[in-house]
Structure formats: structure tokens, C-alpha cells
């Protein structure tokens, strides 16, 4: 079995905001995996479509294709069914540079915690974990 890539995701009550800098909470999140070489890297992130309670916790587990194409998303663990529905629909059309051994692309397992966060807790930004 392949080890499991850990991604997380802080999601802000207000992300969809127009945040302070001129980089969105998408941009923001992908621009924190810059030089990452030892998990995927996304490339297209999708903000799930939420307004739900703080606090609200879901882990999604997927693999991420040879061609960065999430597949077989299912959530691990979840306390709000509302937040879980959206970021399984987010997530599938999230799209990432796959992991790449001995210069090759290969499928790869990962794990994504999301949690609901007040937004200036969060200062409505992704956070990696």
C-alpha cells in the first residue's frame, strides 16, 4: 500500500469574501505548496459552497491519478453532512500536478482534512496543515 499524502484545508464562514490582498483563498492555498516535491501539488482548487456552523469537521480520502485527476473521493470522517456534500463536490473538480518517482507521474493516496473556521480566524485563507 502507498502512504497516504495529508493536504488540509482551513475553510472560513466568509472565504468567498473579497479577501484584503488581491489573491484569492484558491490562490493563496496553491501558491503554499510552492517547492512541495514529495506530495501532488494542486493546480486548481474549487472552494466548497458552504455556510455552515464553525467547527464542522470532514477528512476525505482520494487518490489522485497518474494525470492529477482526483478519484474514488469518500469522506473518512465527517460531523456535518452539509459540509461533507460540498467538498466532495469541490474536490472533484480540483485538479493537481501529480507525484512524480524517478521521473515518472504515479497515482497517489491522500487524505484532506476540512474544518469550517470563523474568517478572521482564518483571515479567509487556505491553510496547509
Known amino acids: ?3 497516504v499524502k495529508k493536504l488540509a484545508i482551513v475553510i472560513s464562514l466568509g472565504l468567498f469574501a473579497a479577501s484584503v490582498s488581491a489573491e484569492s483563498s484558491e490562490q493563496a ?10 506530495a501532488p501539488v494542486p493546480v486548481k482548487v474549487v472552494s ?11 477528512v476525505l480520502e482520494f487518490v489522485i491519478d497518474e494525470n492529477g485527476v ?22 472533484a473538480d ?19 482534512p476540512v474544518v469550517a473556521a470563523l474568517p478572521n480566524l482564518a483571515r479567509g485563507r487556505f491553510a496547509l496543515n
Not at 32 to 38: I, K, P, Q
Not at 77 to 88: V, Y
Not at 94 to 111: I, M, N, T
Open 1 to 3: 500500500m502507498k502512504a
Open 94 to 112: 480540483w485538479r493537481f500536478s501529480p507525484l512524480v518517482k524517478d521521473g515518472e507521474a504515479v497515482s497517489s493516496k491522500v487524505r484532506l
Open 48 to 58: 466548497p459552497d458552504i455556510t455552515t456552523i464553525r467547527g464542522a469537521e470532514v
Open 29 to 38: 492555498y496553491m501558491k503554499s505548496y510552492a517547492g512541495v516535491t514529495d
Open 70 to 91: 482526483p478519484q474514488g473521493i469518500a469522506v473518512a470522517k465527517s460531523n456535518n453532512d452539509a459540509l461533507a456534500e460540498a467538498a466532495l463536490k469541490a474536490v
